[in-house]
Nanobody, 124 residues
């Protein structure tokens, strides 16, 4: 079985920074393409960032470009989402996802495994 556990969420003031972590267990994390999604109350789940199995290619949704960075440390089976210059509209539950898709996975259907989510609340 594959398990994904997110950590690092919490309360932060606008303009602050948070780093989310996603630990993959049960299988070697390096074999999966990885992604971060977020969902705010009353809104649909959206892709925030994605990274290929090797880490050689990344994607970031336009609204977070220049502020968020996805990365991975395959030796630690961990994927990160560094979030800087946070805005109130970034408030959401953030989910880590893993899949065997080739290349980048930018839609939810690309992923087979999901974490339970970690909440990020950005206050003004």
């Amino acid at each position: 079985q594959v398990q994904l556990v997110e950590s690092g969420g919490g309360l932060v003031q606008a303009g602050g920074s948070v780093r989310l972590s996603c630990l993959v267990s049960g299988r070697t994390g390096s074999r999966f393409a990885m992604g971060w999604f977020r969902q705010a109350p009353g809104k649909e789940r959206e892709s925030v960032a994605a990274i290929t199995r090797s880490g050689g290619t990344t994607y970031h949704v336009n609204s977070v470009k220049g502020r968020f960075t996805i990365s991975r440390d395959n030796a630690k089976n961990t994927v990160y989402l560094q979030m800087n210059s946070l805005k109130p509209e970034d408030t959401a539950v953030y989910y880590c996802a893993a899949g065997e898709v080739a290349g980048l996975g930018t839609i939810a259907s690309s992923y087979e495994y999901w974490g339970q989510g970690t909440q990020v609340i950005v206050s003004s």
